[in-house]
Nanobody, 121 residues
Framework: QVQLVESGGGLVQAGGSLRLSCAAS????????MGWYRQAPGKQHEFVAA???????KYADSVKGRFTISRDNAKNTVYLQMNSLKPEDTAVYYC???????????????WGRGTQVTVSS
């Protein structure tokens, strides 16, 4: 079993930055890929970014050039650096992880409880 705990959310003005963290514990050897999703009020769960243990990444078009995903394998932690934030980035951000890359980018695996990000205009 893997537990994921997100942190770093908050309130920021448009154009500002936030850095989210997600720490994995339990059975970290079960993890290869880790990712971030978000869900805004009244909208569907949306893929944001994902990264493998080797550092390969994938981003949603809506965040390319503004968000950067990274990870520290020694700490079993994945980060999401969010720059040039927009009001439409407001959402609860969730971390997920799994041994399978396809599972993570497909919206499966282990999940955290989320952290709120609010971007004011």
């Amino acid at each position: 079993q893997v537990q994921l705990v997100e942190s770093g959310g908050g309130l920021v003005q448009a154009g500002g930055s936030l850095r989210l963290s997600c720490a994995a514990s339990g059975s970290p050897f079960s993890i290869n890929a880790m990712g971030w999703y978000r869900q805004a009020p009244g909208k569907q769960h949306e893929f944001v970014a994902a990264i493998t243990s080797g550092g390969s990444t994938k981003y949603a078009d809506s965040v390319k050039g503004r968000f950067t995903i990274s990870r520290d394998n020694a700490k079993n932690t994945v980060y999401l650096q969010m720059n040039s934030l927009k009001p439409e980035d407001t959402a609860v951000y969730y971390c997920n992880a799994d041994k399978s890359w396809l599972t993570v980018v497909g919206g499966g695996g282990y999940w955290g409880r989320g952290t709120q990000v609010t971007v004011s205009s």
